[in-house]
């Protein structure tokens, strides 16, 4: 008897229809003269004449992909040189990276639990990116998730574990741009001896001295007892992602890390471009402090018209949405006025309040700021 085994898939995307969840993609024009807040290009790099240039010398020179693992042909002189300048910028020891911030994280939470037996606890924030959520579901450990951006939850988890453990936060949390309190995070871990897992993809070229990162502007990078990661695929407008420590971790991650032993190292090409971009933060330190202007400014214009939107810490700004279907009306409807704004909904959104999700860019002026805002009120469900 023929038996049907995708069935269950129709049902499954029958619900979500009626949800208003059902996802489609839209491929995005070269030449779109959308006004672009939906992207994460924090600093507007990825489309900068030398960063893509950087891109494109280096495909020319290694080729258009790695070739291989980085432990057997995927690791050129630009790899190695882009480990050196990620850890010397973020003021950390080491460096090693990956070909996704995604894949960073998995090697970071899974290779720092140590081996099976080891009896490794580790306590996250309720509010971390699906990445470290997926390392945890793949780590050999115990875990214990607790309330959003409470030190207090931290330290009475860690309390209650009789050996090694690990704190895993982000350092800005994707959906509200919130930030996470690393300071006393890190005193938390400091007094149970636990080390400290940040996720930093969202801080690099925006926190922090010219953008060094979130760990860099609470005075942790180079912490012996701190890794952080990170992505080169937002404010360093290439793609791909790093794990930052001590040497001997990153020696052990070499070793260890599976999804650095078994993917196809770095693109030379991301590795040029993010090379290039972190060359420009460093000649052109400014644009973190306006990528956090620009969010300061969106937000204020938004939430004075009388929105509900959480005050961002970083470039993140994410307006709340009476529905997910009015959130994805009020983005079309951006869309359509010129502007480009993300759409976050159940179940991106573990409160499964829907919200518009706007990224701040250093480069954008502040009539474009301005009118940009001046949109998304003028768009804004009534309800809203
Ligand atoms: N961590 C956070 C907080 C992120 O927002 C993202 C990107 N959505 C990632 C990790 C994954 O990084 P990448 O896109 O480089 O895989």
């Known amino acids: 008897m023929h038996r049907d085994p995708f069935d269950w898939i129709d049902e499954r995307q029958a619900r979500l229809r009626t949800a208003g969840l059902v996802r489609t993609l839209r491929p995005r024009a070269a030449d779109s003269d959308l006004v672009d807040l939906a992207g994460n290009d924090y600093l507007g790099l990825t489309r900068h004449p030398e960063v893509t240039e950087a891109a494109a ?13 980085r432990l057997v042909t995927g690791t ?37 639990s140590g081996p099976v037996g080891s009896g490794t606890l580790l306590v996250c924030d309720e509010g971390n990116h699906a990445s470290l ?18 030190p207090e939850a931290f330290a009475k988890a860690l309390a209650a574990h009789d050996g ?19 300071a006393a995070l890190a005193g938390v871990c400091r007094e149970s001896g636990a080390a400290l897992l940040v996720d930093d993809a969202h801080g690099l070229g925006v926190l922090g001295d010219g953008g060094r990162g979130a760990l860099h502007a609470a005075g ?12 080169l695929s937002k404010s360093l407008g290439a ?9 001997r971790v990153i020696e052990h991650l070499v070793s260890t890390a599976r999804t650095f032993i078994f993917d196809t190292g770095l693109a030379p090409a991301a590795a040029g471009g993010a090379l290039a971009s972190l060359a420009l933060l460093r000649r052109e330190p400014d644009r973190a402090g306006r990528v956090r202007d620009v969010a300061t400014e969106l937000h204020r214009r938004v939430t004075e018209a009388g929105l509900v939107a959480v005050r961002p810490d970083a470039a993140v700004v994410s307006v709340r949405a009476p529905s997910p279907e009015a ?4 983005a079309a409807d951006c869309r359509a006025a010129g502007l480009a704004v993300g759409c976050f ?13 706007l990224t701040a860019r250093a480069d954008l002026t502040d009539s474009e700021v301005a009118a940009a805002a001046d949109t998304i009120v003028r768009t804004a469900p009534t309800a809203a």
Do not use: M
């Open 220 to 231: 942790l990078a180079g912490d012996a007892d701190v890794v952080a990661t990170v992505t």
């Open 76 to 112: 050129t002189e630009l790899h190695a040189r882009l480990e050196e300048e990620l850890a010397a910028f973020c003021g950390f020891e080491a460096a090693l990276v990956f070909s996704s911030g995604y894949t960073a994280n998995l090697a970071a939470v899974t290779a720092l």
């Open 57 to 69: 010398e280096a495909a020319r020179r290694w080729g258009a992909g790695a070739t291989g693992s």
């Open 345 to 357: 909904r159940p179940p991106s959104v573990p409160d499964g309040v829907s919200r518009l999700r």
């Open 133 to 150: 959520i997926d390392g945890c579901r793949l780590a050999r450990a115990e875990k214990a998730v607790v309330r959003h951006a409470e």
């Open 239 to 247: 793609q791909g992602g790093a794990v930052l420590g001590p040497a």
């Open 327 to 330: 959130a994805v009306r009020w």
């Open 164 to 182: 090694r453990a690990i704190a895993v936060t982000d350092s800005v949390f994707s959906v509200d741009g919130d930030a996470a309190p690393l």
